[in-house]
Each structure stands twice: as structure tokens, then as C-alpha cells.
């Protein structure tokens, strides 16, 4: 399976329909957005993929977020989000709470720890613990990135926008 992952679109829509066509091109099964959306927009520019979201810490209008991910077709799932892929399980933070973030990656129940919120691209094995972060959507005037995790080899590509 390749699952599809972004975070920190903070509504740069053009970057964000660049990266649905870019999904789309690689057919990924579905994405994981790590939050930080800011505006139902952000999330409405997505349709067309397959979403699993989970909230950042810009996402205060969360009412309005969660019609949104329905009218997509989409689910946003709360602060954390669990799956099982491929006998992968894998968890899924934002990483406002650099502690949490960390306690995830280091006791060891997990195959896979996706966060963002640092923007900063991650691809790292801790112990047994595979920590990935796609980096930026918005790019922020810097480098913006996704991610597609093959979940059947591990391996993690990074696409830059
Ligand atoms: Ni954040």
C-alpha cells in the first residue's frame, strides 16, 4: 500500500492542489494530513483524495473542519490517530506537544511515528520505530514537501511541491 502524507498546508491552496495532483500521479491509496489546515478551504482543496486528517494546533475552528473533511467524503479523526497497514502499526501526532511526540517514538508499541508541526523533513529509524515527518506543505518561503510511505518495504519518498 502507499499512503500518501502532509501536514502544515496553513491554506496555501496552490500548494495544496499541486499536492493532490501529485498523489494522484503516484496513486497513492490514500493520504494522511498531519494537521495544521488553519481554514476548512485548506481542507475543501483536498477533494478528490482520500483523507485521513488529525488536528494541529491552528485548527481552532474545529466545527467548521469536521464539515469540511465530511463534504469530501473524508474523516477527521481527533488529536491522534491509530492504523494498522500492511502489519504496520502506525500513529499519528501532530507534534504540538514535543513530549508526547517523543514518549510516541520511544515506548516502542509503534512501526511507524508520523508527526509535523516542525516543517523540518524526518526519515529516521529510533530503535525499532520508523519517524517520519513529510515536512511543509505551505513551505513558508522555504522547501515544500510531501511524503508517500510504502507500507510493504518501509521505504519513505519525499516530493518536493
Ligand atoms: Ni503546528
Redesign the pocket.
Known amino acids: 500500500m502507499k499512503i500518501g502524507i502532509m501536514s ?1 498546508s496553513h491554506d496555501h491552496l496552490e500548494n495544496i492542489k499541486k499536492s493532490v495532483a501529485l498523489f494522484k500521479k503516484h496513486n497513492v491509496d490514500y493520504v494522511l494530513h498531519l ?2 489546515y488553519v481554514s476548512p478551504n485548506a481542507v475543501l482543496a483536498c477533494r478528490g483524495l482520500k483523507l485521513a486528517g488529525i488536528f ?3 485548527d481552532g475552528d474545529k466545527f467548521r473542519l469536521v464539515s469540511a473533511f465530511n463534504s469530501i467524503d473524508s474523516e477527521i479523526k481527533g488529536e491522534f490517530h491509530e492504523v494498522e497497514e500492511d502489519g504496520l502499526l502506525i500513529a499519528c501526532y ?1 507534534g ?1 506537544e514535543p513530549q508526547l511526540k517523543d514518549a510516541l517514538i520511544e515506548c516502542g508499541k509503534y512501526n511507524v511515528v508520523i508527526y ?2 516542525t516543517h523540518q523533513c524526518r526519515n529516521e529509524m529510533v530503535g525499532s520505530t520508523l519517524v517520519i515527518n513529510p515536512g511543509t506543505v505551505h513551505g513558508f518561503g522555504l522547501e515544500a514537501t510531501i511524503a508517500i510511505l510504502n507500507t510493504e518495504t518501509s521505504k519513505t519518498d519525499f516530493i518536493h511541491i
Open positions: 502544515d494537521g495544521d494541529g494546533n491552528n501532530h504540538s509535523g508541526h
